[in-house]
């Protein structure tokens, strides 16, 4: 797989605060990439930093296999970006304002048609762009986004400000922009289940930092089950794994036990029943991604 | 691409009031300026030339800074305003071409307020029924006055890009102007942007600047205009974009 934007070290401070530290991101072509973090865990500073919106205090951005600083004019050519809220200029209508995007990156009118069609603007598109919802605006945005049909396509919190249809619309969009038109996407999200619908891969940030970057289905995986076991008498039955080489935990009224395949689990049952003690529950406990995300972002809290 | 970047900076003009401030100022200038002349034409002998000092001394003075000024600020609140920032610099244009885009427009609209000012002046003239043949010299006024138009609009544009505020860069403009009256008289408006309108458009004398004098006004203009259009293109490249 070829990577489309890789960051080596990316550092950006702000008058001395260190807002993205040393973060080396890997965005693999045909994926939608999810950046997920807390408001102000500088997700935003990092996308910029990808467009040269804003410039790096240190770090290396290669996007296409190309070093960003010295192709900035043909990396960005075939870079779509919706940053924070859209942008557009409200005394224009929404045809007004992709024809100004039209010439910015000379595309056909075709294109035109096409992105109005794909966001559903078509009848609104005359209509003066100060008068429209929040929601058409951010399709609006979307749509200029869109206009190059670009290689890469760069998403801050596209679902913001739309109303539960209109999520639901756009997410359908962005999950069909890589099979369809070949287009890699990295969108940004604060909200998990987002996340969890939209992406293949993810990025945990936390701080500026990158406490997590994989396929979605390591991140699951990585979650660790957790067996939780309560006997008639727990402290004997804790000393009792203990000696047989398990690591118990009490955990209020039950012993927590973690990674444990089936067999081990036949096994100590088996073990606490032949000491006579009753073993009254055992219980999975499936971690979920959002324990996963609060995990890693709490941890990185603590620490600070 | 940078015509590609001229044409988008020209339709976001398009549905504009802009145009009524360009119409508007260069009227005001023209109906102050005949009035006084109206007036005073006891002490008013020489026609034309005359009249120029009256409609000039508005214009060059204070209404044609302070369109210039206003012209910028409000270019560039286009894009201070709905993060619009963002968009045009994460489009495939340089950011030399989207200063210069701008510089471009502004030399245009400016253009036509100076043909347009020029029209109004013959038509007051008319009406003001001066018999003298329409003197030549104004052709030239007009003209030079328009290089000094981008020379200010270059220091302007770098202003209002970086100032959010609509105003401030057009009271900067203003106590420009003022000080640039006081370095004409000092005989260093050649060195000083603001003073330029004033021996370019023969404000404050009618004579008509000759060879050297000439040629000193242009290269000033052009060291103004490229100076102050490589010091917002280089911030322009250098900063952080806040939308």
């Given amino acids: 797989?070829?990577?489309?934007?890789?960051?080596?070290?990316?550092?950006?401070?702000?008058?001395?605060?260190?807002?993205?530290?040393?973060?080396?991101?890997?965005?693999?072509?045909?994926?939608?990439?999810?950046?997920?973090?807390?408001?102000g865990a500088g997700k935003s500073t990092n996308l910029k930093m990808l467009l040269g919106l804003v410039k790096p205090s240190a770090g290396k951005i290669a996007i296409f296999g190309k070093d960003f600083q010295q192709n900035r004019t043909y990396v960005l050519q075939h870079t779509g970006s919706l940053i924070e809220s859209p942008s557009y200029y409200g005394h224009l209508t929404g045809l007004e304002n992709l024809r100004i995007m039209q010439r910015l990156r000379d595309v056909p009118d075709k294109n035109i048609t096409e992105v109005l069609k794909i966001v559903r603007l078509e009848q609104q598109k005359h209509k003066k762009v100060a008068h429209y919802s929040l929601g058409m605006k951010q399709r609006l945005g979307i749509a200029m986004a869109l206009l190059a049909f670009p290689k890469l396509l760069i998403l801050d919190e596209p679902t913001n400000g739309l109303d539960p249809g209109g999520i639901e619309e756009i997410r359908e969009l962005i999950k069909s922009l890589p099979g369809q038109y070949g287009i890699t996407v990295l969108l940004s999200s604060h909200l998990l289940a987002e996340i969890e619908q939209m992406a293949t891969s993810v990025g945990i940030i936390s701080n500026g930092q990158l406490l997590f970057q994989g396929r979605k289905d390591t991140l699951q995986e990585k979650s660790k089950n957790y067996i939780f076991l309560r006997t008639g008498n727990n402290e004997w039955a804790q000393n009792l794994l203990q000696q047989k080489g398990y690591h118990p935990v009490k955990y209020k009224e039950q012993l927590r036990l973690a990674n444990l395949t089936d067999e081990e689990i036949a096994r100590i049952n088996k073990t606490l029943v032949q000491a006579n003690l009753d073993v009254i529950r055992i219980e999975e406990y499936h971690k979920s991604l959002e324990d996963i995300f609060l995990e890693l972002t709490r941890k990185e809290n603590n620490l600070c | 691409m940078l015509k590609r970047s001229i044409a988008a900076e020209g339709l976001k003009l398009r549905h504009s009031r802009i145009w009524l401030i360009l119409f508007v100022l260069p009227s005001l200038s023209i109906l102050i300026g005949c009035a006084n002349y109206y007036l005073n034409q006891g002490v008013l002998h020489q026609e034309w030339y005359s009249l120029w000092t009256q409609v000039s001394l508005f214009y060059g003075e204070f209404f044609l800074p302070i369109l210039i000024a206003i012209c910028c600020s409000y270019l560039c609140r286009l894009e201070h305003q709905n993060h619009n920032w963002n968009s045009l610099m994460a489009a495939p244009i340089s950011p030399a071409h989207v200063f210069l885009a701008k510089l471009a427009v502004l030399g245009i609209l400016l253009f036509f307020v100076q043909i347009f000012f020029l029209l109004l002046y013959y038509g007051a003239g008319k009406l003001l029924q001066l018999s003298s043949p329409f003197p030549l010299e104004t052709l030239g006024w007009i003209f030079k006055g328009w290089l000094a138009c981008i020379t200010i609009a270059s220091i302007q544009l770098g202003l209002s890009l970086r100032i959010r505020s609509f105003a401030t860069p057009i009271g900067i403009c203003l106590c420009a102007v003022f000080m640039g009256l006081g370095m004409y008289l000092l005989k260093l408006g050649m060195f000083f942007p603001y003073s330029l309108l004033t021996i370019g458009m023969g404000i404050l004398q009618q004579k008509c600047i000759m060879g050297s004098e000439n040629l000193l006004f242009i290269i000033m203009n052009l060291l103004f205009t490229i100076l102050f259009s490589f010091i917002s293109i280089y911030r322009l490249k250098n900063t952080d974009i806040t939308a």
Avoid: S, W
């Fill in chain 1, 1 to 39: 797989m070829n990577a489309v934007v890789t960051t080596q070290k990316l550092t950006k401070h702000y008058e001395g605060i260190c807002r993205v530290k040393e973060l080396d991101l890997q965005v693999y072509e045909g994926e939608i990439y999810g950046f997920l973090g807390p408001n």
